[in-house]
């Protein structure tokens, strides 16, 4: 488990993924050595790594995947989704019977298309003998997704002189270069502008100029995918949620302002909002379940313990089938 000057540390690049030492060193009072030394480690250790965000295309939409299998043949219906380029989140129950997925989808008209969703949906999965039972529900709003996350460690005062400016209406990124960059910077977008200059072949200078152009346009945007488990967070956790129409974006704003939830999306069918969480224990989520959720006047709650985060942004494991 990290101590609290590493979560500092994994919490200003969840501020900026680009930040600089020095400037991580000015506002939390650490040496910029110890700042550049200890990034180094946590990020080569596994307890993080820095993505960058690929531009969101219009018309990008998500549909929600329950999947019910035999037992026994989990892995091989999970893998087989998570091989899927359309499917960025794969997580499988604890009971070892469920699989919960997301696949991104584009609309037409507000309306998802027909194409793969439809295939996955009404022939490839339930043409699988191991399937026993598919439910989609399609997203609806996004009130919080895996990138908004924050590590509840710094004060506002920090966060806030941490974060560059927020970018209201993103311009979309049509330059062949720095779609190039972005590219590079998917797996790892902390890699340096003489790197990249290389890569793209282009002075250093241009790069600076280019990368620092798609921040100011929300081109650039990072995403730090921690190991939960280092942060303490033992218990990983989807709750499925029944809020009455009138209180579902109110529901859906509180709970994306929670400190544990790191998804947070309306949508259709019987359960209209969906939460991620993470807590330290059991004790912890009961405590969400019937204080904070209470509180908020939900009418019904179905959690799904995670016993394995198969498929998310800079993860993914894919282990042999159970016997």
């Keep these: 488990m990290l101590d609290a000057r590493d979560q500092r540390l994994l919490a200003a690049l969840q501020c900026d993924g680009r930040l600089g030492a020095e400037r991580a060193a000015e506002v939390l009072g650490v040496g910029a050595r110890t700042v550049q030394r200890r990034w180094r480690a946590l990020l080569d250790g596994g307890a993080a790594r820095v993505l960058a965000l690929p531009p969101r295309p219009a018309g990008l939409g998500a549909t929600m995947l329950r999947v019910r299998v035999l037992r026994g043949r989990l892995d091989v219906i999970a893998a087989a989704l998570a091989a899927r380029e359309d499917i960025p989140f794969v ?10 997925a997301v696949q991104l989808t584009h609309t037409a008209n507000g309306r998802p298309a027909a194409g793969q969703r439809d295939r996955l949906l009404f022939r490839q999965l339930p043409g699988t003998q191991a399937v026993t039972d598919v439910t989609a529900a399609t997203v609806l709003h996004v009130f919080a997704e895996a990138a908004d ?6 004060t506002p005062a920090e966060r806030a002189a941490l974060t560059p400016a927020p970018v209201t209406e993103p311009t979309p990124v049509t330059d062949p270069t720095d779609r190039a960059l972005l590219a590079e910077l998917a797996a790892d977008a902390r890699l340096p502008a003489v790197t990249l200059a290389t890569t793209v072949g282009l002075p250093e200078s241009t790069v600076r100029r280019r990368l620092a152009a798609l921040v100011r346009s929300g081109g650039l945007r990072t995403h730090v995918a921690v190991d939960a488990r280092r942060l303490g967070l033992a218990v990983d956790a989807n709750v499925l949620l ?20 790191h998804g947070a999306l309306a949508t259709t069918g019987e359960a209209n909002l969906n939460v991620a969480v993470w807590f330290r224990d059991l004790a912890g989520l009961y405590a969400f379940i019937t204080r904070d959720l209470g509180a908020l006047g939900v009418d019904a709650a179905e959690t799904v313990i995670v016993g394995e985060a198969l498929k998310r942004p800079g993860v993914t494991r894919v282990t042999a089938p159970r016997r």
């Design 91 to 100: 997580d499988l129950s604890a009971t070892g019977d469920e699989i919960l």
């Design 242 to 261: 029944r809020v009455a129409p009138g209180r579902l974006d109110a529901v859906g704003r509180a709970l994306a302002a929670h400190p544990a939830v």
């Design 149 to 154: 996350w924050r590590l509840d460690v710094l």
